[in-house]
């Protein structure tokens, strides 16, 4: 028998190290990384860790604990049959496929936990003087490979949990249909001020969406001024902003409606009245109630 290679040094850092370094490296004070003392990962972002970053820092982790090199983990496999005895009862076929399966079962691995894991099974009391079976080989390098595997783990739940909440970030900070908390509160209090007539106009679905929090868009100048003129003190006690943004509807369409050029100049109209009627601080419930508006 010949002897195995010089491994590296006790003080060479472990896999599971390396990929912790690896994280940290990427990503700098964005993250930090423990193991507690039962082997449990941890991770620590702070604010301003965004998924693409995350992402980025995920794919170089995988880089690393990619298996192979191939032909170094080949070289390390004929050491180690080299290095101790062929079992009696394999015949020469018999030997070829075990070399070949022990090679291919050892691919799955990084060359670092191939060489501890050969080493390891030299130190197997009556079994490690015979060449291991594929069983064998990845009995010695799953313990050597699942830490770094379970860091890997953490760092996918952390990626898919931030992925989340942007996702849900984001998509509050695009109008919609459902009202939220304080929404629903602002149209409760101007259920009390305005007619249901009213109510049933400037909070239709087609003239109405609510962004986020606290932020109220309307589609037309008329409900912007309606909802400032007797609902500002509610806007101001909720926290709200009110804004006038037509883009948002510009996919909104009444097919069951068609305005006539008669209703449409109507409408265009008493549109060029309010603004004046805003202008001058005139009372618009005076003037709609007159049937000016």
């Not at 390390?76 to 005895?85: C, K, N, R, S, V």
């Not at 602002?186 to 929090?213: C, T, W």
């Not at 549109?271 to 009627?277: I, K, S, V």
């Amino acid at each position: 028998m010949t002897n195995l290679p010089a491994l590296p040094s006790s003080q060479r850092p472990t896999l599971a190290q390396s990929a912790a370094d690896t994280l940290t490296r990427s990503l700098g004070t964005s993250l930090t990384v423990h193991q507690s003392i039962s082997g449990d990962w941890i991770l620590a972002p702070s604010n301003d860790l965004n998924s693409r970053a995350l992402r980025e820092a995920v794919a170089a982790l995988d880089e690393g604990l990619a298996g192979g090199p191939t032909q170094q983990i080949n070289a390390m496999i004929l050491e180690l049959i080299g290095a101790t005895d062929r079992p009696p009862q394999l015949g020469d076929d018999e030997a070829i496929a075990r070399v070949q399966a022990l090679k291919q079962t050892a691919w799955d691995y990084p060359i670092e936990v191939v060489i501890q894991a050969c080493r390891n099974w030299r130190k197997v009391p009556s079994k490690g003087r015979w060449w291991p079976t594929e069983q064998d080989i990845r009995a010695q390098c799953e313990p050597l490979f699942a830490p770094a595997r379970s860091l890997r783990s953490k760092a996918m739940e952390l990626l898919r949990n931030l992925e989340a909440e942007e996702e849900h970030v984001a998509r509050s900070a695009k109008p919609s249909y459902f009202p939220g908390e304080k929404h629903r509160a602002f149209r409760k209090a101007m259920e009390a001020r305005l007619l249901p007539d009213q109510m049933k106009a400037y909070f239709n679905p087609s003239h109405i969406r609510y962004v986020g929090e606290n932020v109220v868009h309307v589609r037309t100048l008329i409900a912007e001024a309606i909802f400032q003129r007797y609902g500002s003190d509610v806007l101001t006690d909720l926290g709200m902003v009110l804004r006038c943004e037509p883009t948002d509807f510009l996919r909104e369409r009444q097919l069951e409606q068609q305005m006539t050029p008669e209703e449409d100049a109507e409408v265009s109209a008493k549109m060029t009245r309010l603004n004046q009627a805003v202008k001058s601080g005139e009372s618009i419930e005076k003037l709609r109630r007159e049937g000016v508006l």
